[in-house]
Protein backbone atom coordinates (compact mmCIF):
# COMPACT_ATOMS: atom_id res chain seq x y z
CA UNK A 1 0.00 0.00 0.00
CA UNK A 2 1.13 3.38 -0.89
CA UNK A 3 2.22 6.03 1.92
CA UNK A 4 -0.36 7.91 2.95
CA UNK A 5 -0.12 11.98 3.60
CA UNK A 6 -2.34 14.66 4.71
CA UNK A 7 -4.19 16.61 1.74
CA UNK A 8 -1.80 20.08 1.15
CA UNK A 9 -2.96 23.71 0.51
CA UNK A 10 -3.35 23.41 -3.03
CA UNK A 11 -4.96 19.83 -2.69
CA UNK A 12 -7.44 21.21 -0.53
CA UNK A 13 -8.14 24.63 -1.98
CA UNK A 14 -8.72 23.28 -5.44
CA UNK A 15 -10.95 20.89 -4.68
CA UNK A 16 -13.34 23.79 -2.82
CA UNK A 17 -13.15 26.16 -5.99
CA UNK A 18 -14.15 23.07 -7.90
CA UNK A 19 -17.21 22.12 -5.60
CA UNK A 20 -18.11 26.11 -6.14
CA UNK A 21 -17.92 25.57 -9.40
CA UNK A 22 -20.02 22.92 -9.58
CA UNK A 23 -22.86 24.89 -7.21
CA UNK A 24 -22.91 27.59 -8.88
CA UNK A 25 -23.79 25.79 -12.06
CA UNK A 26 -26.67 23.66 -10.44
CA UNK A 27 -27.82 26.81 -8.47
CA UNK A 28 -28.42 28.10 -11.77
CA UNK A 29 -30.04 25.10 -13.10
CA UNK A 30 -32.37 25.03 -10.07
CA UNK A 31 -33.07 28.61 -10.34
CA UNK A 32 -34.67 28.39 -14.03
CA UNK A 33 -36.52 25.37 -12.99
CA UNK A 34 -38.22 27.39 -9.98
CA UNK A 35 -38.53 30.65 -12.27
CA UNK A 36 -40.35 28.75 -15.08
CA UNK A 37 -42.69 27.03 -11.94
CA UNK A 38 -43.30 30.31 -9.90
CA UNK A 39 -42.29 33.36 -11.67
CA UNK A 40 -39.23 35.78 -10.81
CA UNK A 41 -41.04 37.23 -8.12
CA UNK A 42 -41.31 34.11 -5.81
CA UNK A 43 -37.44 33.13 -7.37
CA UNK A 44 -36.12 36.37 -5.94
CA UNK A 45 -37.90 36.42 -3.36
CA UNK A 46 -36.55 32.34 -1.86
CA UNK A 47 -33.06 32.83 -3.51
CA UNK A 48 -31.22 32.10 -0.28
CA UNK A 49 -33.54 29.38 0.42
CA UNK A 50 -33.18 27.72 -3.07
CA UNK A 51 -29.43 28.21 -2.72
CA UNK A 52 -29.79 26.06 0.50
CA UNK A 53 -31.80 23.71 -0.90
CA UNK A 54 -29.33 23.18 -3.90
CA UNK A 55 -26.10 22.89 -1.06
CA UNK A 56 -28.28 20.64 1.11
CA UNK A 57 -28.56 18.05 -1.73
CA UNK A 58 -25.27 18.42 -3.03
CA UNK A 59 -23.95 17.12 0.08
CA UNK A 60 -26.46 15.28 0.82
CA UNK A 61 -25.81 13.26 -2.10
CA UNK A 62 -22.07 13.07 -1.78
CA UNK A 63 -20.80 13.56 1.33
CA UNK A 64 -23.60 12.33 3.82
CA UNK A 65 -23.64 9.55 1.20
CA UNK A 66 -20.25 8.29 1.96
CA UNK A 67 -18.99 9.33 -1.47
CA UNK A 68 -16.58 11.98 -2.38
CA UNK A 69 -17.78 15.25 -3.38
CA UNK A 70 -16.61 16.39 -6.88
CA UNK A 71 -14.35 18.85 -5.97
CA UNK A 72 -12.97 15.99 -4.01
CA UNK A 73 -12.73 13.53 -6.67
CA UNK A 74 -11.19 15.75 -9.32
CA UNK A 75 -8.41 16.52 -6.46
CA UNK A 76 -7.42 12.94 -5.55
CA UNK A 77 -8.63 13.82 -1.68
CA UNK A 78 -10.69 11.94 0.54
CA UNK A 79 -12.81 12.35 3.97
CA UNK A 80 -11.18 10.68 6.94
CA UNK A 81 -11.28 10.90 10.82
CA UNK A 82 -8.09 10.70 12.41
CA UNK A 83 -9.31 10.66 15.98
CA UNK A 84 -8.83 7.07 16.69
CA UNK A 85 -5.89 4.39 16.10
CA UNK A 86 -6.55 3.75 12.97
CA UNK A 87 -7.87 5.94 9.97
CA UNK A 88 -11.32 5.33 9.22
CA UNK A 89 -14.19 7.27 7.24
CA UNK A 90 -16.37 9.72 9.07
CA UNK A 91 -19.43 8.68 10.96
CA UNK A 92 -22.74 9.11 9.43
CA UNK A 93 -23.15 11.80 12.55
CA UNK A 94 -20.10 13.12 11.75
CA UNK A 95 -21.21 13.99 8.07
CA UNK A 96 -24.42 14.82 8.86
CA UNK A 97 -23.22 17.31 11.44
CA UNK A 98 -20.95 18.85 9.04
CA UNK A 99 -23.23 19.17 5.91
CA UNK A 100 -25.77 21.03 8.74
CA UNK A 101 -23.11 23.26 10.11
CA UNK A 102 -21.57 24.50 6.78
CA UNK A 103 -24.79 24.92 5.11
CA UNK A 104 -28.15 25.53 7.70
CA UNK A 105 -25.89 27.40 10.60
CA UNK A 106 -24.99 30.30 8.44
CA UNK A 107 -28.37 30.65 7.19
CA UNK A 108 -29.97 30.26 10.52
CA UNK A 109 -27.36 32.46 11.94
CA UNK A 110 -27.90 35.51 9.47
CA UNK A 111 -31.43 35.48 9.21
CA UNK A 112 -31.94 35.20 13.37
CA UNK A 113 -29.89 38.17 13.12
CA UNK A 114 -31.99 40.50 10.91
CA UNK A 115 -34.94 39.49 12.44
CA UNK A 116 -33.58 40.62 15.48
CA UNK A 117 -32.32 43.86 14.37
CA UNK A 118 -35.49 44.82 12.51
CA UNK A 119 -37.45 43.69 15.89
CA UNK A 120 -34.96 46.14 17.62
CA UNK A 121 -35.07 49.21 15.30
CA UNK A 122 -39.02 49.64 15.77
CA UNK A 123 -39.39 51.90 18.55
CA UNK A 124 -43.22 50.43 19.23
CA UNK A 125 -42.58 46.98 17.98
CA UNK A 126 -43.41 43.63 19.05
CA UNK A 127 -40.31 43.69 21.89
CA UNK A 128 -41.09 46.00 24.79
CA UNK A 129 -37.97 46.90 26.94
CA UNK A 130 -36.34 50.29 28.31
CA UNK A 131 -34.62 52.21 25.44
CA UNK A 132 -31.26 51.78 26.81
CA UNK A 133 -31.41 48.40 26.90
CA UNK A 134 -33.06 48.06 23.30
CA UNK A 135 -30.13 50.41 22.10
CA UNK A 136 -27.44 48.97 23.33
CA UNK A 137 -28.73 45.16 22.34
CA UNK A 138 -29.33 47.04 18.62
CA UNK A 139 -25.54 47.64 18.79
CA UNK A 140 -24.67 43.78 19.57
CA UNK A 141 -26.79 42.55 16.84
CA UNK A 142 -25.26 45.19 14.66
CA UNK A 143 -21.60 44.25 15.34
CA UNK A 144 -22.33 40.56 15.24
CA UNK A 145 -21.99 40.24 11.92
CA UNK A 146 -18.98 41.72 11.32
CA UNK A 147 -17.56 39.03 14.32
CA UNK A 148 -18.78 35.97 12.37
CA UNK A 149 -17.04 37.54 9.23
CA UNK A 150 -13.96 37.61 11.33
CA UNK A 151 -14.05 35.09 12.89
CA UNK A 152 -14.21 32.56 9.62
CA UNK A 153 -11.53 35.15 8.23
CA UNK A 154 -9.37 33.91 11.15
CA UNK A 155 -10.23 30.58 10.60
CA UNK A 156 -8.80 31.10 7.13
CA UNK A 157 -5.66 32.24 7.92
CA UNK A 158 -5.31 28.45 10.32
CA UNK A 159 -5.91 26.91 7.54
CA UNK A 160 -3.37 28.94 5.24
CA UNK A 161 -0.72 28.08 8.27
CA UNK A 162 -1.74 24.82 9.17
CA UNK A 163 -3.65 23.65 6.04
CA UNK A 164 -5.53 20.71 8.21
CA UNK A 165 -9.17 22.26 8.21
CA UNK A 166 -10.62 24.69 5.01
CA UNK A 167 -14.07 24.93 6.31
CA UNK A 168 -14.98 25.94 9.74
CA UNK A 169 -17.61 22.75 10.30
CA UNK A 170 -14.78 20.39 9.33
CA UNK A 171 -12.52 21.70 12.42
CA UNK A 172 -15.64 21.30 14.45
CA UNK A 173 -16.43 17.84 13.31
CA UNK A 174 -12.79 17.01 13.29
CA UNK A 175 -12.94 15.84 9.62
CA UNK A 176 -9.41 15.94 7.67
CA UNK A 177 -8.52 14.82 4.14
CA UNK A 178 -5.79 12.44 3.06
CA UNK A 179 -4.43 12.31 -0.45
CA UNK A 180 -5.71 8.74 -2.60
CA UNK A 181 -3.38 9.41 -5.87
CA UNK A 182 -4.69 7.52 -8.76
CA UNK A 183 -2.64 5.50 -11.02
CA UNK A 184 -0.04 5.47 -8.45
CA UNK A 185 0.93 9.34 -9.45
CA UNK A 186 2.65 10.68 -6.00
CA UNK A 187 3.46 14.51 -5.97
CA UNK A 188 7.14 14.73 -5.47
CA UNK A 189 7.59 16.07 -1.82
CA UNK A 190 9.80 19.15 -2.95
CA UNK A 191 6.72 20.64 -4.15
CA UNK A 192 4.56 19.92 -1.57
CA UNK A 193 7.05 21.83 0.68
CA UNK A 194 7.30 24.79 -1.79
CA UNK A 195 3.07 24.80 -1.59
CA UNK A 196 3.50 25.11 1.79
CA UNK A 197 5.53 27.70 2.42
CA UNK A 198 3.85 29.76 0.01
CA UNK A 199 0.98 29.34 1.50
CA UNK A 200 2.04 29.97 4.79
CA UNK A 201 3.81 33.33 3.71
CA UNK A 202 0.36 33.90 2.38
CA UNK A 203 -1.57 32.77 6.14
CA UNK A 204 1.30 35.40 7.61
CA UNK A 205 0.29 38.68 5.43
CA UNK A 206 -3.49 37.52 6.43
CA UNK A 207 -3.30 37.61 9.60
CA UNK A 208 -0.94 40.71 9.88
CA UNK A 209 -3.82 42.58 7.90
CA UNK A 210 -6.83 40.92 10.16
CA UNK A 211 -5.14 42.24 13.10
CA UNK A 212 -4.62 45.54 11.46
CA UNK A 213 -8.09 45.75 10.39
CA UNK A 214 -9.12 44.53 13.98
CA UNK A 215 -7.03 46.87 15.83
CA UNK A 216 -8.49 49.81 13.38
CA UNK A 217 -12.61 48.91 13.86
CA UNK A 218 -11.91 48.62 18.00
CA UNK A 219 -10.10 52.57 17.86
CA UNK A 220 -12.66 53.79 15.83
CA UNK A 221 -15.45 52.11 18.01
CA UNK A 222 -13.81 53.49 21.23
CA UNK A 223 -13.34 57.06 19.45
CA UNK A 224 -17.52 57.14 19.18
CA UNK A 225 -17.75 55.97 22.20
CA UNK A 226 -15.97 59.02 23.97
CA UNK A 227 -17.52 61.38 21.32
CA UNK A 228 -21.34 60.02 22.33
CA UNK A 229 -20.34 60.29 26.08
CA UNK A 230 -19.24 64.13 25.10
CA UNK A 231 -22.34 64.84 23.34
CA UNK A 232 -24.45 63.12 25.91
CA UNK A 233 -23.05 64.86 28.55
CA UNK A 234 -22.80 67.98 27.19
CA UNK A 235 -26.41 68.24 24.97
CA UNK A 236 -29.61 66.65 25.05
CA UNK A 237 -29.98 65.50 21.46
CA UNK A 238 -32.84 66.62 18.97
CA UNK A 239 -35.26 64.05 18.66
CA UNK A 240 -35.41 63.71 14.93
CA UNK A 241 -31.49 64.30 14.51
CA UNK A 242 -31.42 61.14 16.64
CA UNK A 243 -34.11 59.25 14.94
CA UNK A 244 -32.02 60.00 11.89
CA UNK A 245 -28.59 59.07 13.15
CA UNK A 246 -30.24 55.62 14.39
CA UNK A 247 -31.37 54.56 11.52
CA UNK A 248 -28.77 55.99 8.99
CA UNK A 249 -25.97 53.57 11.23
CA UNK A 250 -27.78 50.84 10.83
CA UNK A 251 -26.07 48.57 7.87
CA UNK A 252 -29.15 46.13 7.08
CA UNK A 253 -31.44 48.50 7.78
CA UNK A 254 -34.26 49.51 5.20
CA UNK A 255 -32.93 52.03 2.95
CA UNK A 256 -36.46 54.10 2.83
CA UNK A 257 -40.09 53.21 4.27
CA UNK A 258 -41.23 52.00 0.39
CA UNK A 259 -41.68 48.37 -0.26
CA UNK A 260 -40.02 46.81 -2.81
CA UNK A 261 -42.39 44.65 -5.26
CA UNK A 262 -40.63 41.98 -6.00
CA UNK A 263 -39.95 40.09 -2.08
CA UNK A 264 -42.59 42.44 -0.40
CA UNK A 265 -40.48 43.57 1.97
CA UNK A 266 -39.14 47.07 2.59
CA UNK A 267 -36.55 48.41 0.23
CA UNK A 268 -32.86 47.13 0.96
CA UNK A 269 -30.17 49.38 -0.60
CA UNK A 270 -32.51 50.96 -3.12
CA UNK A 271 -32.11 50.30 -6.49
CA UNK A 272 -33.42 52.08 -9.42
CA UNK A 273 -34.56 50.86 -13.11
CA UNK A 274 -34.24 53.27 -16.23
CA UNK A 275 -37.67 53.54 -16.33
CA UNK A 276 -37.88 55.04 -12.59
CA UNK A 277 -39.04 51.94 -10.40
CA UNK A 278 -37.48 51.33 -7.13
CA UNK A 279 -36.50 47.83 -5.66
CA UNK A 280 -34.04 46.19 -3.63
CA UNK A 281 -30.22 46.02 -5.03
CA UNK A 282 -30.16 42.45 -4.78
CA UNK A 283 -34.26 41.82 -6.06
CA UNK A 284 -33.41 44.03 -8.93
CA UNK A 285 -29.92 42.26 -9.97
CA UNK A 286 -31.35 38.87 -9.66
CA UNK A 287 -34.43 39.79 -12.10
CA UNK A 288 -32.51 41.59 -14.52
CA UNK A 289 -30.06 39.22 -14.39
CA UNK A 290 -32.45 36.25 -15.82
CA UNK A 291 -34.42 38.53 -17.72
CA UNK A 292 -33.19 42.10 -18.81
CA UNK A 293 -35.85 44.67 -18.66
CA UNK A 294 -38.37 46.10 -15.65
CA UNK A 295 -40.09 43.78 -14.17
CA UNK A 296 -43.29 46.10 -13.62
CA UNK A 297 -42.96 47.98 -17.17
CA UNK A 298 -41.10 45.78 -18.94
CA UNK A 299 -38.83 48.50 -20.63
CA UNK A 300 -35.53 47.09 -21.34
CA UNK A 301 -32.75 47.23 -18.57
CA UNK A 302 -29.53 45.60 -18.31
CA UNK A 303 -27.89 45.58 -15.00
CA UNK A 304 -25.04 47.27 -15.72
CA UNK A 305 -27.95 50.47 -16.47
CA UNK A 306 -29.30 49.85 -12.35
CA UNK A 307 -28.85 52.99 -10.39
CA UNK A 308 -27.92 52.82 -7.18
CA UNK A 309 -29.59 55.42 -4.84
CA UNK A 310 -27.89 56.38 -2.00
CA UNK A 311 -29.14 57.55 1.16
CA UNK A 312 -32.94 57.54 -0.52
CA UNK A 313 -35.83 58.29 1.36
CA UNK A 314 -39.26 57.96 0.45
CA UNK A 315 -41.27 61.51 0.66
Not at 257 to 282: E, R
Amino acid sequence: MAQVRDGSHAELVRSNQKDLTYLSQIRSLVNDIAQSLLGVRHVVRWQRELSLFTDMCYFGLTTCCGYQTLGEEYSDILQIDKSGPRLTLPSGLQRVLMILLHTLSPYLVDKCLARAQVYLSQVNGPISMPEHQRERLLQLVTYARPTVEWLHRAHQVLFFLNGAFYHLAKRAVDIRHIAVPRGGVQVQSDALRSWSRAYRLMGYMMALQLSMSAISCLWELRRQRSSSNETHTSTAPDPAVSLDSTSSSSPTAASSNMQCTLCLSPCQHATSTLCGHIFCWQCIMVACSNQPECPLCREPCLPSQLIYLRDFTAS
